[in-house]
């Protein structure tokens, strides 16, 4: 049901575009956000939006990534810009439903389970 695209392997400073195209839901019911996990790790929040589009993101990514979507063509997207190696994960895009589309503050703490997932998108940024 959610479907990313646009990872890529680029050099550090680069950037990517990340979309997650949506089928078969009512986006504007979502809370999305997404997520990354590198080899080893858990996985992590990144950012979050609500349909309202309001957004959190991690320290790790503020001022650097933006998270936006788009409800009229069931799309997420994550703006990424001066990437660096330690952003080389698989990124996903995650979904949950709530009352208005809105985003609980402490979405990230919540088990990963209690989500909806797509299948992921590799970014892998070379130094």
């Not at 790790?60 to 952003?87: C, G, H, W």
């Not at 949950?96 to 797509?118: E, I, M, N, Q």
Request: hydrophobic residues 35%; aromatic residues 12%; glycine residues 10%.
């Amino acid at each position: 049901q959610f479907l990313e695209s646009g990872g890529d392997s680029v050099q550090a400073g680069g950037s990517l575009i990340l979309s997650c195209k949506a089928s078969g839901v009512t986006y504007s019911h979502y809370c999305m956000a997404w997520y990354r996990q590198s080899p080893g790790q858990e996985r992590e929040g990144v950012a979050r939006i609500a349909a309202d589009g309001t957004s959190a993101y991690a320290d790790s990514v503020k001022r650097r990534f933006a998270i936006s979507r788009d409800d009229a063509k069931n799309t997420l997207y994550l703006q990424m810009n001066d990437l660096r190696p330690e952003d080389s994960a698989m990124y996903y895009c995650a979904a949950r439903t709530t009352l208005g589309g809105v985003c609980p503050a402490d979405l990230f703490t919540y088990p990963l389970g209690s989500l909806y997932w797509g299948q992921g998108t590799q970014v892998t940024v070379s130094s």
